[in-house]
């Protein structure tokens, strides 16, 4: 079964890098993108993925499974807006490709438990939002080849990215005014095993700062369970996802390895009883790091 998995991830993953070659990288490219309607695609302007070299938003379509997103942004602060179409979870996770390695290298180095190999740094990227809801995140990015990828394993336990949600990114140097790091209103560093929060998550609107003090990778997923929902009742769910889920995700911020600028997630509160996850596999055991104890729960009134 392992194996089979193995194969499809690897198909995929050449799947990719073909799409890759094809994608040509220039300038005009991201400038068109970012125009409605010019682009070849305008058929499905009202879904489509798009960037936005002035305001620097990517817009990001998740189903299952596939992305539907631009193939090139410009460097600096990058809000990444994820609309997932459903019907299952899904996140971007986005990853540079250092020492020239290519998505193939990626997938083959995925194979093997422990640490990601240190040409792939996971630089996050918005975290999931329930199906038909949506989620933004803003990741500082530097020129390079990047993929963006779903690892989540809803609903059996088969990463996305190994069913075809990789594609590659390429990043390149813009000509318009790089956009400001955000300002935040609240800071969470993760750690090995904990959220730290710092700042009031009170209703409404907030940026949240997100860090990775390390030493591992770390994400932070943000579920707001329904009433008389527990992280039990979580756990069940996503072991065996039978019937609604037991809360809403709000998104977040993906995996961050440490050393990497922070990113910043946008989150709307309304009361309730919330949770902050991260679903990392573990380097030494492999288990997820809510298994650990990396978890925080707290109520916003
Ligand atoms: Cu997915």
Redesign the pocket.
Request: with cysteine; hydrophobic share 50%.
């Given at each position: 079964m392992q194996r089979a998995i193995t194969l499809i991830a690897v198909a995929a993953l050449l799947s990719a890098c073909s799409q890759q070659e094809a994608a040509k990288t220039d300038s005009s490219k991201v400038a068109q993108a970012g125009t409605p309607g010019s682009a070849s695609s305008a058929s499905s302007a009202a879904s489509a993925a798009s960037f936005d070299p002035t305001t620097h938003v990517a817009v990001v379509h998740?189903k299952?499974?596939a992305f539907d997103a631009p193939d090139t942004v410009t460097a600096g602060w990058t809000q990444f807006h994820l609309v997932n179409d459903g019907p299952?979870?899904?996140?971007v996770q986005l990853v540079r490709l250092d020492s020239g390695k290519t998505a193939q290298d990626l997938g083959a180095a995925l194979k093997n438990p422990g640490p990601p190999p240190r040409w792939a740094v996971f630089v996050g990227g918005p975290n999931?939002p329930s199906p038909g809801t949506e989620s933004d995140a803003t990741v500082d990015l530097r020129p390079g080849n990047y993929v963006v990828m779903?690892m989540?394993d809803i609903p059996d336990h088969v990463p996305?990215f190994a069913k075809g949600?990789i594609r590659p990114l390429t990043v390149v140097a813009g000509k318009a005014a790089p956009a400001e790091e955000p300002t935040a209103d609240a800071t969470v560093t993760l750690s090995d095993y904990k959220f730290d929060v710092q700042g009031d998550l009170t209703a409404g609107k907030h940026t949240i700062k997100v860090q990775d003090a390390g030493p591992q990778p770390h994400e932070m997923e943000i579920v707001r369970l329904a009433p008389g929902k527990t992280l039990k009742d979580l756990a069940a769910w996503m072991n065996a996802p039978n019937g609604p889920p037991p809360g809403d995700a709000l998104g977040g911020v993906d995996a961050l390895v440490p050393g990497v600028s922070p990113a910043y997630a946008m989150i709307n509160f309304t009361p309730g009883h919330y949770a902050l996850l991260c679903f990392v596999p573990d380097m030494k055991d492999g288990k997820p790091h809510v298994d650990h104890g990396m978890v925080k729960e707290f109520e916003v009134k």
């Open positions: 998740a299952d499974f299952n979870l899904h996140h999931a779903c989540v996305h949600m």
